[in-house]
């Protein structure tokens, strides 16, 4: 059922009619994606597919094993992870973690989604791992459970390295999985902070962060290969997008073309609560041990639309007239149809808010004789 509702999402914003969407964003990258958070639905995309280098955005991925870990309980904030000497060596983007050296998982987090250190993220990674290698085959393992088709990655860095590539959509489907997890935003808008007790300063690689209202993250990267990447996220009015920019030649370009995209989503779609227009009547069971159901509206209540379509939506309940016991907790009775100008777009499921067992040989009998002595 959810999948059906997302492809009658998918078919209603591709049918909207021309001209409904202004001020398509600006975009001076090799491949761009502007995607909702809640729904998952792709807004605007370039080349959306293409194999491209992502540079230290790749640490998207890194953050979400991460934080996952941490949700387990197989990580804390306050752990001292010891530095090794092949964490220690990392090249590019740093804090100058030295061999032996200790640092708290909160810092050394800090210290990978403010200013990119590859050196803590490869210390994080051998905690979690054993081995930068280990690591990366979670990353691939993780990578092809959000169903990542265009992404293979050799490191948690981002260094460059063959056969290192991704693509603006699977960088979008990564960074919406972080932001699941909410408190990923306790690094990510981190304008400037410290680590080692104040003893080093660190800056926000990500501008927008400072100077983009609602901005909530989330990683940049730039190589002379991969050229100037970043995804970009933000939320406004209860609506967060995800604004992806692979391969723009300078970094004000990527920084313009995220703007950009973002500008586009807030000002052209809203989430829209959908609920039903009048309380939803019971629904008759057959052969249970309580007569009638309570259906509910199943999963989120909220669609995306054009902002211009908001006054147009209305709905519409359908329901069984009655169902058979027994019946199960979360079993579908029905849909609530979503239109707009009149027309059907897509149905959110209607299920049982409680299950309801079947009468027994001896309840059906019992049942019957109390009808029998009623009707006399």
Not at 40 to 60: C, I, M, R, W, Y
Not at 180 to 189: A, F, K, Q, S, W
Not at 289 to 297: G, I
Not at 309 to 336: I, K, N
Request: charged share 20%; with cysteine; aromatic share 6%.
């Amino acid at each position: 059922m959810k999948r059906c509702c997302a492809a009658l999402l998918a078919a209603f914003l591709l049918a909207a009619p021309a001209g409904a969407v202004t001020g398509a964003p600006a975009v001076e990258a090799q491949a761009a994606v502007l995607m909702e958070q809640e729904t998952g639905q792709v807004l605007f995309e370039q080349n959306a597919h293409d194999k491209l280098e992502p540079a230290s955005v790749t640490k998207v991925m890194t953050l979400l094993l991460v934080m996952e870990a941490l949700d387990a309980g197989r990580l804390t904030l306050d752990e001292l992870v010891t530095v090794s000497a092949n964490a220690a060596g990392m090249g590019g983007s740093q804090v100058y973690l030295k061999e032996n050296e200790q640092m708290t998982v909160d810092e050394l987090i800090k210290a990978v989604a403010v200013v990119s250190g590859n050196d803590a993220a490869v210390a994080l990674a051998e905690r979690l791992a054993g081995s930068e290698a280990a690591f990366v085959e979670r990353m691939n393992q993780r990578a092809a459970e959000l169903g990542m088709a265009d992404t293979h990655f050799v490191n948690c860095t981002g260094l460059p390295a063959a056969g290192h590539l991704t693509s603006a959509y699977d960088i979008a489907v990564m960074s919406r999985a972080l932001m699941r997890h909410p408190d990923i935003r306790n690094y990510t808008t981190i304008w400037m902070d410290s680590i080692r007790g104040g003893q080093f300063q660190l800056s926000n690689t990500n501008r927008l962060v400072r100077f983009y209202e609602g901005c909530t993250g989330l990683k940049t990267g730039s190589t002379d290969t991969a050229g100037y990447c970043l995804s970009a996220t933000a939320e406004r009015d209860g609506m967060s997008l995800i604004a992806v920019v692979l391969k723009a030649d300078t970094s004000d370009r990527r920084f313009e073309t995220a703007r950009s995209l973002l500008d586009f989503g807030f000002a052209n779609y809203t989430l829209l609560d959908i609920q039903p227009g009048q309380a939803l009547p019971p629904v008759t069971v057959l052969l249970g041990e309580q007569s009638q159901v309570q259906p509910q509206l199943s999963g989120s209540p909220r669609i995306l639309v054009e902002r211009d379509q908001v006054d147009s939506v209305t709905t519409q309940v359908r329901l069984a007239s009655d169902v058979e016991a027994p019946v199960e907790p979360g079993q579908t009775l029905g849909e609530l149809v979503v239109l707009v100008d009149g027309q059907e777009q897509q149905s959110l499921p209607l299920t049982a808010r409680q299950g309801v067992a079947r009468l027994s040989v001896g309840g059906i009998f019992s049942r019957f004789l109390r009808a029998l002595f009623l009707a006399g």
